[in-house]
């Protein structure tokens, strides 16, 4: 079975710093791996994702990821923070294992961004 | 634009009542979720359903049924809410999974409180 940790439940960083927001997974098959980012009062949007092939994936509002499977992680960074940043981060991993039909996610338990001015 | 939308923001609700949660998705989309989310415990999957009339249990399932009569729309249900089912639900729904086409785009969340 699938599992994601996140590591730091907050984090804090002045406007202008690198973001580095950490995420673990396990998964017995070679996995699926999403970073969806929630803002104050709404519902989750994908940030981006590894399927297959480049293992350095670039999403929107300018951050990226990172597969390595030799670490099992998908870490989160941004070069430079913005205040607009500030939000709540969930690292997820997909099932697989069947091959059609719904494809399951497995969250991680969050990580929230603070930005210092 | 792939468009969720949940039939309630806030709800409060009585302890012992039947509470229904209606989840309508715009994409014709065959695969729906529903989650909650609660502090420290990220998102946990209570129910899914990949067709119409179609479900499954997620992780969480008990306490809750499910309804997915027509292909747009699916619905959790409380049959009798408790104090411990406040929380934030929301839902999602995808593609089937076709290599690339299984991200799943949420709804703005029901934040329930039962008193």
Not at chain 1, 10 to 30: F, I, T
Not at chain 1, 56 to 78: M, Q, R, W, Y
Not at chain 2, 8 to 17: D, N, P, Q, W
Request: with cysteine; net charge positive.
């Amino acid at each position: 079975a699938q599992s994601v940790t996140q590591l730091g439940s907050h984090v804090s960083v002045s406007e202008g710093a690198l973001v580095l927001l950490r995420c673990n997974y396990s998964s017995s098959v070679p996995p699926y791996l999403f970073w969806y980012v929630q803002y104050p009062n709404q519902g989750l949007q994908l940030l981006l994702k590894y399927t297959t092939g480049a293992t350095l994936v670039k999403g929107i509002n300018g951050f990226e990821a990172e597969f390595k499977k030799s670490e099992t992680s998908f870490h989160l960074t941004k070069p430079s923070a913005h205040m607009s940043d500030a939000a709540e981060y969930f690292c997820a991993v997909s099932d697989r294992e069947r091959g059609q039909g719904a494809q399951k996610l497995v969250f991680g338990q969050g990580t929230r961004l603070t930005i210092n001015p | 634009d792939v468009k969720v939308t949940q039939s309630s923001r806030y709800l409060v609700k009585r302890t012992g009542e039947k509470v229904f949660l209606e989840c309508v998705q715009d994409m014709d989309h065959e695969n729906m979720f529903w989650y909650r989310q609660d502090p420290g415990l990220g998102l946990r999957l209570i129910y899914f359903s990949y067709d119409v009339k179609m479900k499954e249990k997620g992780d969480i399932p008990e306490g809750y049924s499910v309804s997915r009569e027509k292909k747009e729309r699916f619905s959790l249900i409380l049959e009798s809410a408790s104090t411990n089912q406040t929380s934030m639900y929301l839902c999602a729904s995808s593609l089937p999974f076709k290599g690339q086409r299984e991200t799943q785009y949420f709804g703005p969340g029901t934040r329930l409180l039962v008193l």
